[in-house]
Each structure stands twice: as structure tokens, then as C-alpha cells.
């Protein structure tokens, strides 16, 4: 198989991308100039040595070559409320969420969803989730534990799941789960609006 | 100007309607029978007469031609409870709240929006809004005022307008003001939500 | 039933309205005055009274209320050539083609389409589309008629079965059938063009 | 700055492709196994040095690394009709065009349009497309000379711009220039078609 086809099929794997956008990605690169390719290849083969997951929150993060610290830069930022913390999908979602600056807690990233159809959580990280959280319990540091995933069928169930998984956690060091809260979001409009989100902009009116 | 083009222009009025449709309303007016233009002529003649205008919350309702009650069936409904207030924008919001069966209390229809760049409030029920909550209030059976608008600038504005406009009331009478809630709506996803909505997620966790 | 759900349902079977917008238009004429929906009940209730279907291209026509002449002013115009007929669906793509200036002959309007895995034509014009080009091919005027339908199956299914019912009198009347010319469109890009617009393209190169 | 950002800001020069996909490509890699990354990176920088730019038509093509022949398969095909040339403005309107199988002769990629706003045409390949046509000229092998832009301003701009130029050769080697026929493209509906389609459609017909 030619390159040209092999980065085609490869580019397809990206996410978003079908078959003709792939095919534009690599004329696109044959018409750049070699050092620009060469760039981006080092920058590819490179990522993953540059980047460290957190062995707390699950994140990824830069680590400038050095391996040595095991904790990404909001765990072990002092500053940031311990007691806190938010459980949410994927870093995407975490970035988000640093960028509206709400929040000030800390993060866990749980690596996927339970899907509403499955009964068991393929691929995500239960075992680690209790395990952060009962080290912080042991050191009575926790009060609360947020679920925050997206308002679907599968971010609903996941989040049903993960206050089940809690559930012992939770008795056991005195914490409270919460989840996000629910009602209009910007550009609801009341016309237009589900049932599901009026109901809960009633009961949550303030 | 033949009725082809007057007609046209006349649907060129309804809301969301476009010289091409009006148009094709009136194409398709013309290959229907006649009994189906007099029954729709009527229908349109007639529509006035049947319908009122609740003397109380203002919305359109039928009186089956007698004119005596000027009460709608929700103002009359003893059953719903007359403590609460639920100030909307118009009539079909309103019909979507009744589809959620979320809310058991009163409506009352402002008829319109103060836009964000208008300081007065232009054709909008302000009077009647302050007769129909006082009215409430010397019975004492006014708890709480609910403003329920968009959630978009416009309807932010209109509910700072509407809480300012009760602001005297409210003392004298002792109700409260609540805003519909806010937070994530059915769909949101936390990669894509805007950071005023994760504040308000954030801020209304539960 | 209520005028208000009779009107709802009356306007639901226009064409492109679904039963939210349908309640939208109800809501906007219950807004209006009492004139305004006289004059448009007016309207639509003498709509065909002033309309006339002309009895040789059978496009509506406004007849200002005398029956007298039934020929529209396109037909019975004699600044046009009267040897080229253009079959075409519907009064609006007559009217379309009209404003394009493009064309200065006569038209037929076949009232509907044959569906693709229809193998009879129902409800449209056979009949009055042989006897108009019988009439013409005896006076010896006509010398082509021009099939205008949109490029999809339903409009090269039309085509083929109008050619195949004309065919017989073409050779009794000497005339010429032609379609519609294909290749690029205003906006059409190579990168995006199926294989049949590049084909067609290609093949009416000039 | 860190790889993270770095990659992100590389995909984000790709066609179409803003910051927020760029940023959900660096973390689809970042759950990749290190194998697929290197795979992805090398393919990168390889790319160029596997194809070549085929020194009549200007196609990017793949030499399996002997850089001997600089025609590629097209140009180099004996079996197709060298008399004709297609002018067209990238590769992927050829790839295009190939999969049609309406045209068998060989193709020239100009390398972009001259924009409707710009007197100059800057960075397209004038002088290769007169040096191509000069030697097939010579040759006394060229007949035709097919122009193949998309039907947009910009397009109809650039074929303008080439029929001038290709002009005094046209009259010193006698070979013809056309242009893609225009008409109805596949989905045209007649109701909703501009008035320049509908011009070309009349004007072609057949």
C-alpha cells in the first residue's frame, strides 16, 4: 500500500474525520514543505515521552522529560481545595470545565461511560476511583465527592453507577456525593424546552 | 393587486413564513376544493369570537360563544393551587409548561420581552401584571411570584425588570420571587457547555 | 373542538408545517385585529372565484371576476413562440423559469409527477397534454417541445414516460422532443460533483 | 510550550480543522498505543520522499522510492487519448473526475484559482501549463484542451484567465478549448433553481 493511502487510512482513525477529509488532510501535507513534516512527526512520536498520566487524578500532563513527580499540577497545586472532588468523563471535559473557573477542587477522571445498555463498566477506572478515594478518606480530608457528566442516557446512567461504587465509601468516611445541577441552560428557551427541563428548572427555582 | 399576490403577501406575515412559502400556501390553496377554503375562511372570520382573553393571567381561551365567564379554565380551577404565580413570556410557553406537568399553580402572560437594549418596556403587561399580584396579595393568598423566562439575554433582562417591578409589592405583601433554576438541560454536554452553564451546574449541585 | 384546535389542524396540512408551528400561527392571528383576519378570511374564501385555470397550459390565472376568455395572458400572448411548448411540473416552476428571462415559448403544466416504482401516472394531465399538442401539430405551428423537470429519479422518471407518450404524434407532427441540459450548476464543485453531474458535464462540453 | 499545545497548534492548521478538534486529535493520540504514534510519524515524514510531482501533469504520484521516471501513470498510459487535456485546479478534482470513468485523456493540475478580486494570478502554474502545452503542440498531438473548474466565481474567473492565455497557442497548434457543460446537476429541482442554471439548462438542452 502506497503512503499516500496508508496516512489516508491512519487520519481516518481520528476522530470526526471520514474517508474524503483524511484524503484532503494528506494533500495538505504534501503540499507543506519537509521541515514542517518533519515537525509534526517528532512532535507525534514524542507526545506520549512528554506526558505523564497523574497517578491521582488520571490526567494527562506535561512533564518536561522527567518522570520523577507522579502528580499532575492541579493535585498537587496547595492552593486548590482537597476536600473536593469531581468526577468527570474525559480531560476534555476538565478543561472545560478549569476554563469557566467555578471550580476549585480537585479532579478524577473516570476514562469513559457506562453505557445505558451495559450492565458492566468495560474500560473505566472503578478500581482506581475507590482507591483515590479511600486514600483521601483515610486521611479525613473529603467531603464531597461531584459527578459531573453530560445530561444523556449514558452520562445518567454512568452517574448512577458511580454513586453506587461510592455508596460504601461514602458511610464508611463521611463525605457527601452530589451531582450537577440541572434546569435551563444558557439559550433555553421555555417554548422549545423538554419536559425532563422544566420539571427541573421548577424544582430547582431559587 | 390580484388576490394571488395579496394572499401571498398576507401569509408573507405569519411568523417564520418567507416569500417562497407564502407562495406555496397559496399554490396549495388553489388545487384544494372550495368547501376546504370556507371552512378555513370561517375558521379564520370566527376566531376572535370564540376566544377570550383571561381577565386574570391573559391568556387566549375558549368561551364557546357565551361571553359571561371571564375567567380561563386554569384561573377557574379550584384545584390548582392559587398561592403561586408563574410569570411567562406568552401563551405557548405557557402550553409547554401544562405538557411537563411540572407546575400546579397560576400563570400570568407579560405578552412580550424588555430587549436588552431597551430601557422602557414597550406593549408589555406591567399594569396588569401589579393589579393581578395585588389583588392576590390583599386576599393573602399570594406565596411566591415565578419568573419563568428564557434563558437568553433578552428573557435574563425581562426577569431583572419583573423582580425590580414586584420589588414593592413583594414587601407589602410578603411573597417570594424565585427564578426558574438553572444548570445542565437535557442533552448538554460537558465538553461543549459554556462556562456560565457549568457555573450554574456547579452552583446548584445537589 | 375548539376554533382554536380546528384552525391548528386546518393549517397542519399546508405544505412544510408541522403541528408547533401550525399552533404558532393560530397564536400570531389571535394577536392580530379583528380587520386583518376579515380581510384575509375575505381572501382565501373568494381565492379561486378570481382565479381561472387556463384551458390550454393549464397554469392559474387571475381573471379579474369575467369568465370570458380561457387563456391565460402567457398563452394568449402573441409576442411569444407559439411552436415551443415546455412541459414542467407545477405553476411554480413556471413561474421560476419566468423570472430567469431565459425563455420566451409557450408551457404545460403535467400537474404532478410519475413516481419512480409507479408504473401508472395518476393524476397527471395525459389526456390534455396529447389533445393541446394534437391541436398545436394541426396548425402546424409546433415544431419542439422541451421537457423541464428537476434532475432526481421522480423527474427523469417523469421525463422518460412524457417522451415515450408523445412520441407517436412527434412523428405524425414533425416536432422535437428536448430536455433539460445537464452539467455544472451555479455552486457545483468538482471536488463535491457526483459522477453523473461529472459525466454529464463532460459530456456537454463546449 | 509544551508538546500538548504544540500538536494542537499543528492540526490546527489542517484543512478545516479548528482548535477544538485539534485539541480532541492531541487526545485521541495521547490514548493511542506508542506503536500507532510512531506508525503515524513515520508515515509523516516519509510522505514526500515517496511521491514525487509528475513533471507533465504537476499530480502528486508515488515512486516507490526510485525517483527514475518523472511521468506519472496517468501521463505515462499509453492506452490513454493524449490528444486532450484537462486543466483542472487540484489533485482531488482529478481523483474526482477518475472516478466518474467519463474521460480517458491525460490532465494538468494548475495548483489553484485566480480569486474574481486579483488582477495577478499568483502561485498557479502559468508558465508550466504553457510549457506542457507547447511541447504537446509541437508534438502535433493536441487537439483539445478541456477546462474544468468549479462553477463558482472564483472558478469561472480562472477559466476566463486560462482561455486567454492558452490562446495565441491555440491559434499556432489548431487545437480547440472547451469548458464544462453547465445545465441541471444531480438534485436541481426546477422550483428552486437560480436564474443562471436555469439560462444553461434552456441553452443546452438536446
Given amino acids: 500500500m502506497s503512503l499516500i493511502s496508508k496516512l489516508s487510512e ?3 482513525r481520528f476522530p470526526g474525520i471520514g474517508p474524503r477529509q483524511s484524503r484532503r488532510f494528506v494533500q495538505f501535507l ?3 514543505n519537509q521541515s514542517y513534516l518533519d ?3 517528532d512532535s507525534i512520536a514524542k507526545l506520549k515521552g512528554e506526558v505523564s498520566l497523574c497517578s491521582s487524578c488520571f490526567r494527562f ?3 518536561n522529560g522527567s518522570h520523577e513527580h507522579e502528580l499532575c499540577n492541579v493535585c498537587s497545586d496547595t492552593n486548590r481545595d482537597h476536600g473536593i472532588l469531581m468526577v468527570v468523563e474525559k480531560d ?3 478543561e472545560n470545565i478549569e476554563r ?4 476549585n477542587g480537585l479532579y478524577f477522571i473516570l ?3 457506562v453505557p445505558i445498555l451495559e450492565k458492566r463498566a468495560n474500560g473505566i477506572r472503578e478500581k482506581e476511583l475507590k482507591s483515590t478515594v479511600t ?6 480530608e473529603l467531603k464531597e465527592v461531584i459527578i459531573a457528566f453530560s445530561l444523556n442516557p449514558d452520562g445518567e446512567h454512568t452517574g448512577d453507577h458511580v454513586v453506587k461504587l461510592l455508596s460504601p465509601l461514602k458511610e464508611k468516611y463521611g463525605f457527601t456525593t452530589t451531582l450537577f445541577g440541572r434546569g435551563l441552560s444558557t439559550g433555553s428557551e421555555l417554548e422549545y424546552s423538554d419536559s425532563e427541563t422544566i420539571k427541573n428548572a421548577f424544582t430547582t427555582r431559587r
Avoid: N, P
Fill in 30 to 32: 504534501l503540499m507543506q
Fill in 39 to 41: 515537525d509534526l512527526s
Fill in 10 to 12: 491512519q487520519f481516518g
Fill in 92 to 94: 476534555i471535559d476538565c
Fill in 111 to 113: 476514562g469513559g461511560t
Fill in 61 to 63: 500532563f506535561v512533564t
Fill in 100 to 103: 469557566s473557573r467555578a471550580y
Fill in 135 to 140: 486514600e483521601r478518606g483515610e486521611k479525613k
